[in-house]
């Protein structure tokens, strides 16, 4: 599928062309690591999006059926667990978070 270039998964090191999560500084820059599954992002970082985006699917609901369930649901507020440290590229209260097409 042209629309969505098959790339690395930063956590499990699969090539695919499935949804992931990618966090970006206000330069464009990566701040941790690269683009993740949001599978992969709920579980290594810890991301409450990701975690929001996947809850109550099956397992199995990746690719295709995956990007159609999220372009189902509609916007929503995530909140984080606050972090004393704003240095910490994980520290998503502090992030800026937009959504990137493909």
């Known amino acids: 599928m042209a629309d969505n270039p098959v790339r690395p ?3 499990c090191r699969t090539f695919d062309d499935h949804p992931r999560h990618e966090i970006v500084g206000p330069d464009g820059s ?6 993740m599954h949001m599978d992969c992002c709920a579980e290594i970082r810890g991301c409450q999006i990701c975690a929001s985006r996947r809850e109550g699917l099956p397992a199995h609901v990746i690719g295709d059926e995956f990007r159609d369930h999220l372009l189902s649901l509609p916007p929503t507020e ?4 606050p ?16 959504v990137l097409e493909g």
């Open 9 to 11: 998964c930063f956590g």
């Open 83 to 98: 972090n004393d440290d704003p240095g910490d590229p994980l520290n998503l209260t502090t992030a800026t978070v937009t």
């Open 78 to 81: 995530v909140v984080h667990v």
């Open 30 to 35: 990566d701040l941790v690591g690269g683009p």
